[in-house]
């Protein structure tokens, strides 16, 4: 395949672009499965000059291995003859989901929503900018990040802590902020996940794509404001997501295969000049349907530069041969492909070439960023931990225990946190099990292990017995109600327990169970409850039947320790909940501190008198005199 020559553009392309094999590969970004290159990856990279390459969490051991293994990649490209270095990405979210994870050298951070809990836009910057350094000494010159949901459906399954919250303002601010402090660390950005997965619904079995239930009017004024600003920012790639979205403007089943929604709304309305992703087409709503090979045409032709496609290497070749076959038969133009092939060019420039390409900073930059970093880590985590109440002054717990005294600590059964996030996965855990990376040996400790590991750190640290044991959904068995019974205290774990309902009604079920405990002269003694959700801050934030509420954001060791400071008093918590909670915890904080005066029967009858008599008319106006009956 050839090309009609446009050297009379001011942005023209080197004539070597003519070979429209090679610039159909530009288009294209993929992964593989393994830790080492494969014989298929290396085929992509050599015979169809694939362009960008996406790792995921299943690619990366130890920061040292995913430095050559990045360099091994690279030099097969300058091998091949590519003009320009691979685009390495990576999904680096921090809190529960990295890719990249080595407990000597890369240090770990809060979630989106952990560092929006610290209220500092500079944390937010300072955190972004340490992990494009550490990925970009590894040779990734490309984050996927930031996510720019706004969180408008708490349940909403793929995004959760991994978003700063439901404030479309807030998700702006940290977005930009975030986006910054990317660059400034030496990789380029890509904003996901337009328009926005802050209010999926799903629907029906896995080959249903899931729906955005917000309808245009909605979105513009709400969840495509982190979008606009970002833009206007200087965002480098967004990613378009592959759900159906519906309105009385827009009904489309696949946004990224969309012309209106790329063309006329992230183009045309919203002004946006960089590169569009698509979200994977591996997804079962498009291969059982339409195919891979006509999604990947669709998508070009609906404005997507970059086409993903995760890991199957029969799939790739199926979306490679798509794309090719609608050059050859008329159906895709020349023109269009370099449309694209600019704006992958522009963005390549910005972050690599093939002298930083094949000479990655590697472990000697890390090495020397230990200390700063884990510092940050630090300083960042212990700002986050937020108390949202403490109406009986249970904190720190030296207040209701004694050293000799036991304390329960009961933890949901859960998955490892993810460590990464493939960026074209949508999932519904509820409906089908997903590809979600939960590896044992991975970055994050298994559920259990890291709850454990919180048990010994707390008992260590209040020198006294620590009881612990999990629960699922079979709820409260006759084992919790004896430890409850030995216990002093208790401390109950919970996890996105607004999706996962059996943890909500396991936790009222132990706070029925201490509210109505007796001494043992038979008197009612409610025993000390204590409940901290490790993940979404939704689970009990406006249950106020929880008297104290702790809020972490992430239960990663990082975390937990920061949590255990709390718990004994070492750490006061700084942390405030995001988004539009925050003036709930406010108004209710406000509350607690109103100070009481003693009655003074000169200074206060007369008043007392016109407000019970004001209080008397009105009571009778809303039942009586309304009619009511």
């Known amino acids: 395949m050839s090309a009609v020559r446009d050297t009379d553009r001011p942005d023209a392309l ?228 592959g759900c159906a979205m519906t309105s009385p403007k827009i009904n489309v089943k696949h946004v990224c295969l969309s012309e209106r929604v790329v063309e006329e709304l992230l183009r045309h309305q919203m002004g946006f000049a960089g590169v569009v992703v698509s979200e994977c087409l591996e997804m079962e709503s498009i291969s059982y349907s339409i195919g891979v090979g006509n999604g990947t045409l669709m998508a070009v032709e609906a404005g997507c530069d970059l086409v993903l496609i995760c890991r199957s290497h029969s799939v790739q070749e199926e979306a490679l041969s798509g794309l090719k076959l609608g050059l050859n038969n008329g159906t895709m133009s020349p023109e269009r492909i370099h449309k694209s092939l600019r704006r992958v060019l522009k963005m390549k420039s910005k972050c690599t070439s093939w002298d930083v390409a094949l000479a990655p900073p590697g472990m000697p930059l890390l090495s020397s960023l230990q200390l700063s970093h884990t510092l940050l880590s630090e300083k960042s985590y212990n700002s986050s931990i937020t108390v949202v109440r403490d109406n009986n002054h249970l904190l720190p717990i030296a207040n209701i225990i004694e050293p000799d005294e036991e304390l329960l600590v009961l933890s949901p059964l859960v998955k490892p946190l993810p460590t990464s996030a493939a960026p074209g996965t949508i999932t519904n855990e509820n409906s089908h099990d997903s590809d979600r990376s939960w590896e044992t040996g991975s970055s994050i400790m298994s559920g259990e ?121 070492d750490l006061s918590p700084r942390g405030t909940l995001p988004g539009k909670a925050k003036q709930s915890q406010k108004s209710h904080q406000s509350r607690e501190q109103w100070l009481v005066e003693d009655w003074n029967e000169q200074r206060d009858a007369n008043s007392l008198s016109a407000t019970t008599s004001s209080s008397i008319e009105s009571f009778q106006h809303l039942f009586f005199g309304g009619g009511y009956g």
């Not at 091994?72 to 921090?94: F, K, V, W, Y």
């Not at 660059?183 to 997965?197: D, E, L, M, N």
């Not at 959904?473 to 327990?497: F, M, Y």
């Open 449 to 569: 292990g890291v709850f454990q590991e919180f048990g010994r750190s707390l008992a260590e640290r209040r020198k006294g017995r620590v009881l612990h044991t999990s629960y699922t959904a079979n709820g409260v068995r006759p084992d919790h109600e004896k430890l409850i019974s030995r216990a002093a205290a208790v401390i109950v774990l919970t996890a996105d327990a607004t999706r996962n309902l059996y943890q909500n009604g396991f936790t009222k079920h132990i706070s029925m169970i201490c509210n109505s405990q007796l001494s043992g002269a038979g008197e009612k003694r409610e025993k000390p409850l204590i409940v901290v959700a490790v993940s979404s801050p939704y689970d009990f934030a406006t249950d106020l039947s929880i008297g104290t509420y702790i809020c972490t954001y992430d239960f990663t060791k990082t975390a937990l320790r920061a949590l255990v400071k709390v718990l004994c008093g």
């Open 14 to 241: 080197d004539p070597i672009w003519d070979n429209m094999e090679r610039a159909v590969g530009q288009l294209f970004i993929m992964g593989f499965e393994g830790t080492a290159v494969t014989p298929q990856i290396r085929c992509l990279i050599r015979d169809h000059h694939l362009g960008s390459i996406l790792l995921t969490t299943k690619n990366l051991k130890s920061a040292e291995e995913s430095t050559r293994l990045v360099h091994e990649l690279q030099s097969i490209a300058h091998g091949a003859g590519h003009p320009t270095p691979l685009l390495i990405a990576l999904g680096q979210e921090n809190g529960g989901v990295n890719s990249l994870f080595d407990e000597h050298n890369i240090r770990q951070f809060p979630s989106a929503m952990g560092l929006a809990a610290t209220g500092c836009y500079k944390m937010a910057y300072e955190v972004a900018r340490a992990t494009a350094r550490e990925i970009s000494s590894i040779g990734v010159n490309w984050i996927m990040g930031p996510v720019l949901d706004v969180l408008t459906n708490v349940r909403s399954p793929p995004l959760g802590v991994r978003t700063t919250g439901d404030d479309p303002q807030e998700v702006s601010h940290y977005g930009e902020a975030f986006m910054k402090g990317y660059q400034a660390g030496g990789v380029v950005t890509c904003g996901k996940h337009f328009p926005s997965y802050g209010h999926l619904e799903f629907r029906g079995s896995p080959a249903d794509e899931p729906t955005i239930a917000d309808i245009a009017e909605q979105l513009s004024p709400g969840a495509l404001i982190p979008f606009r600003n970002a833009i206007t920012q200087g965002l480098d790639a967004i990613m378009v997501g």
